[in-house]
């Protein structure tokens, strides 16, 4: 066990946790931010995608060591409001159908944004290809995507 | 207009209390289900009162109505449609209405299940009676009011005035009135073309709570002294749990009991499948704890079955094929003397893998036992078969067990079956407390009801004209057969023969979305594409010959599809897509099948970019009867092409010793953003048939569509799913 002081959505955050404890857990179970899921475990999925200082990042496998000085942004903390551009074409587009991939699409799909504010099919591709969707809604995010870098 | 018969049970309009008009059924807050884009000051104040009317609709006091959706929702947005159903026929504003998701209550439900692409199918006239009697109620008060007769009174967007004068009062006003007004015995539905929500696209009702992260499904449950578990299955099917490291394992950090549950009950019904009712079972802390405490166990495990190989299933496959019992069949006239006075034959065999089904929500369920009551809460596609296992497994009466339903992150049939939820209500029951029991992916690929692996034969003879004179297939599964023995193009071929043949696996296996059909109609379908080329024909005007001829000269005993509405998809998907239109460089497949009461035609081109080829676009035309929510509708059938076009493309399961060899997504490939179809395009059939399936129709044509056109692109026919294993990737 080892203490952490957290930056998580702008809020700090101390806690007391086995330093190997992957971020998503200890956003889940310790901090009760339950918008970031779980897929496979093992950072093949993107269901768990994650900001950290704005970087997309699997928080299934990064230890909560390795993010303590670092900025974090989830689901929850993308937008005060829920109107992220990346949110607000998500809801144009009427993109998910289960939802439970949608936050780590959308995180993916924000940070892409950031550094690429008018990126192509095959930016969009080469950023996105970490996220699975199993109801198969990739043509809408596609589209949401490139609405969004609109907004 | 319809007359239809109310069928409920005699009462009126219930006074309830502030505190039960909104729910709170299962925790989560449910004033942000209004729909999304709604700004809160547009929507109608939150009400004092709550008139409940019929299970279905609460109505209360300032106009605002509570429409509760009786169905799992699973990602095929009934929770938007089936109330959309309900405000049509009650006719108020939609958004003046909230949504929440019904409990299990058979007493006031029908069919409270998600499967076969039945919600809409089943529910569509319970939905719109509970909906139209509730308008009939609040009229009949309305006239009374005013010393009226109901007929000279009309109602709309939740507003009825007088038809001669100038009265008028909203539902919210005149809903306390209502309470005594008699349920009739009779009401009115409205006529199609009257229809305003139905056919409009309305957004996900839960969307705006989805893309803000909101705790909506099952592994975000939480209750005060909830424990976590997690369980650990044998790698082998064929073995059980005998014993394990318990005293070690219970003395980690955060771990606070360890022990081998069972879940074997009396008189399983099909929702039972579980190949693994003797595992072991972790509670503790937390997840990661969990994970830890799972790496550190020493098992053993005893084999009490056959260890199976894919290659034993592959024998088992051969063997079926060659001399296996058959399980249905169909024959009209005499294929055998047909197949020898044809000009030209041709056979050829199709085979598919075992598949998981791979929900990204792995399996959870939240259980709470106590000495006389079971709590079950969590995703799962068929609550009244877990209530009734529960109760089973607890030996309780069916009463003393409740189930509420979560958002469910994907179920493709996966959740059609209740072990998880036996589980976590065994280990409930030993900890005498709330749980809640998550699989970890390995858990959820490892223990699957997985699709059985299938492979088929097909057998095609031309006259010397070209016709088909003789069509037969026999096709055989681990553990059942694909074959439809009844479905196209029988009634479209004088001598034909279908036979389905099952063999024995002690792998477990059930239903995966649009099961049989998504493997038999990209068989069938390639198989077709391949006849009608050594006839010299259009893929297109081949199949809309034997459909004439199965409208025209049907033979043999009644097939199961409607050939004018099959016909009708294709035509449809032909002009939208300008099938004849010559287009340098891209290579089309055409694919049409019947499932689920409902008619899918897709048309894929494929474009090769640096020697790879790439679906560019899919057309595709669907009659599922009258459309609910469009908009909605098109996203399930893109989905189900991505599905199909995926799953034959990258997907597969193979097994050495019992274990399956692929337990997570750096080995089973599942399509991705980059191997997507750049466009989906979705057009449907309008008419006012009542709704067919929606679900799963769109996903069986989609790999025949690709096989068809990966044939074009490349010179290559495909018979062996995965394709990607003999073929550069797509994409």
């Keep these: ?151 | 207009m319809t007359q239809i018969k109310t069928q409920f049970n005699r009462r009126s309009f219930i006074k309830i209390s502030a505190a039960a008009g909104g729910g709170m059924l299962i925790g989560f807050n449910w004033l942000a289900g209004c729909a999304p884009g709604t700004k809160p000051e547009e929507m109608v104040a939150v009400p004092n009162e709550w008139f409940d009317i019929n299970g279905y609709i609460k109505i209360g006091d300032t106009g605002m109505v509570t429409l509760y959706s009786p169905n799992p929702e699973i990602g095929q947005n009934v929770m938007t449609s089936m109330p959309m159903i309900v405000a049509e026929e009650l006719d108020v504003d939609w958004k003046n209405v909230v949504v929440e998701q019904a409990p299990l209550n058979t007493g006031l439900y029908q069919n409270q299940f998600a499967g076969g692409s039945l919600s809409i199918r089943l529910s569509w006239n319970a939905l719109r009676m509970a909906g139209a009697t509730g308008k009939r109620m609040l009229l009949e008060a309305a006239a009374k009011e005013w010393n009226l007769k109901i007929s000279d009174v009309t109602a709309s967007q939740g507003v009825i005035k007088e038809t001669n004068g100038e009265r008028s009062v909203t539902y919210g006003e005149i809903a306390g009135k209502a309470v005594g007004i008699e349920v009739p015995e009779e009401v009115d539905l409205k006529d199609p073309k009257d229809f305003k929500l139905i056919g409009t696209s309305v957004k996900n009702v839960e969307g705006k709570k989805i893309v803000t992260g909101k705790p909506l499904f099952g592994i975000d449950y939480q209750r005060e002294g909830m424990q976590l578990a997690m369980i650990q299955h044998p790698p082998s099917f064929g073995m059980k749990a005998k014993s394990f490291n318990q005293e070690e394992i219970k003395s980690m950090a955060g771990i606070n009991d360890a022990f081998i549950i069972d879940t074997t009950i009396t008189e399983p019904t099909w929702s039972d499948v579980n190949a693994f009712p003797q595992l072991i079972a972790i509670v503790g802390d937390t997840t990661w704890q969990l994970m830890q405490a799972k790496k550190a166990l020493k098992a053993e495990w005893e084999v009490v079955g056959e260890l199976e190989n894919s290659d034993t299933h592959q024998k088992r496959l051969d063997k079926a094929l060659a001399d296996g019992s058959v399980e249905e069949s169909r024959t009209d006239g005499d294929v055998n003397t047909a197949f020898k006075k044809a000009t030209k034959v041709i056979e050829r065999t199709y085979s598919s893998p075992f598949m998981a089904h791979n929900t990204m929500e792995p399996m959870n369920f939240f259980a709470n036992v106590t000495a006389d009551s079971a709590e079950l809460v969590g995703p799962t596609q068929t609550p009244e078969a877990l209530e009734g296992s529960v109760a089973k497994l607890l030996n309780m009466p069916l009463e003393k067990v409740t189930v509420n339903m979560t958002r469910m992150g994907g179920g493709f049939g996966r959740r059609l079956y209740v072990h998880f939820g036996l589980e976590a209500a065994a280990i409930s029951k030993k900890i005498g407390g709330p749980v809640k029991l998550l699989y970890s992916r390995e858990d959820d690929m490892g223990q699957g009801t997985y699709r059985p692996i299938y492979r088929s034969t097909y057998k095609a003879g031309l006259d010397e004209n070209n016709n088909l004179i003789a069509f037969s297939v026999k096709g055989a599964g681990l553990p059942g057969g694909p074959v439809f023995p009844n479905r196209f193009p029988a009634g479209a071929v004088e001598n034909y023969k279908a036979e389905k043949i099952g063999a024995q696996t002690n792998i477990s296996t059930g239903a995966w979305r649009a099961p049989r059909s998504h493997f038999t109609a990209g068989a069938e379908q390639a198989f077709l594409d391949e006849v009608a080329e050594l006839a010299g024909k259009d893929p297109i005007d081949f199949r809309l010959e034997l459909f004439d001829r199965a409208i025209n000269d049907p033979v043999g005993e009644k097939y199961e599809y409607e050939a004018e509405r099959y016909a009708g998809v294709l035509k449809l998907v032909k002009e939208k897509a300008n099938w004849g239109e010559k287009k340098p460089g891209v290579f089309r497949g055409v694919a049409a099948y019947f499932c689920h009461f409902s008619y899918v035609a897709e048309v894929i081109d494929m474009v090769m970019e640096n020697g790879k080829p790439v679906v560019q676009k899919v057309w595709c035309a669907a009659d599922c009867g009258i459309v609910v929510n469009p908009d909605a509708a098109k996203n399930m059938i893109q989905g189900g092409v991505v599905d199909g076009i995926g799953h034959a493309m990258y997907s597969q399961l193979t097994f050495e010793n019992g274990a399956p060899e692929q337990l997570n997504f750096d080995s089973y490939q599942l399509m991705r953003h980059s191997q997507a179809p750049k466009d989906i395009e979705v057009f449907f059939v309008e008419n006012e048939i009542a709704p067919t399936g929606l679900g799963e129709p769109g996903l069986p044509p989609a790999s025949g569509a690709l096989a068809n056109a990966l044939y074009r692109a490349t010179g290559k026919r495909h018979y062996q799913q995965p394709f990607s294993s003999n073929q550069p990737i797509v994409g």
């Excluded at chain 1, 768990?48 to 230890?63: E, N, W």
């Excluded at chain 1, 939802?99 to 969009?124: E, H, R, V």
């Design chain 1, 1 to 151: 066990m080892a203490t952490f002081n957290l930056n998580i959505n702008g809020q700090k955050h101390q806690i007391d946790v086995d330093p190997s404890t992957p971020t998503l857990w200890v956003l889940r179970d310790h901090l009760n931010l339950l918008g970031t899921k779980f897929g496979c475990g093992i950072a093949q999925c993107g269901a768990c995608t994650i900001h950290l200082d704005g970087v997309a990042i699997r928080s299934c496998m990064t230890p909560i060591s390795v993010v303590e000085d670092g900025a974090i942004t989830t689901i929850e903390g993308l937008s005060k409001d829920g109107d992220h551009p990346v949110q607000k074409a998500w809801l144009e587009h009427d993109v998910p159908q289960c939802g439970y991939c949608q936050a780590g699409q959308m995180m993916s799909a924000a940070a892409l944004l950031k550094n690429t504010p008018n990126p192509s099919d095959s930016d969009i591709d080469d950023a996105m290809s970490g996220n699975i969707c199993r109801c198969g809604t990739y043509v809408r995010i596609k589209q949401a995507i490139k609405t969004a870098s609109k907004l």
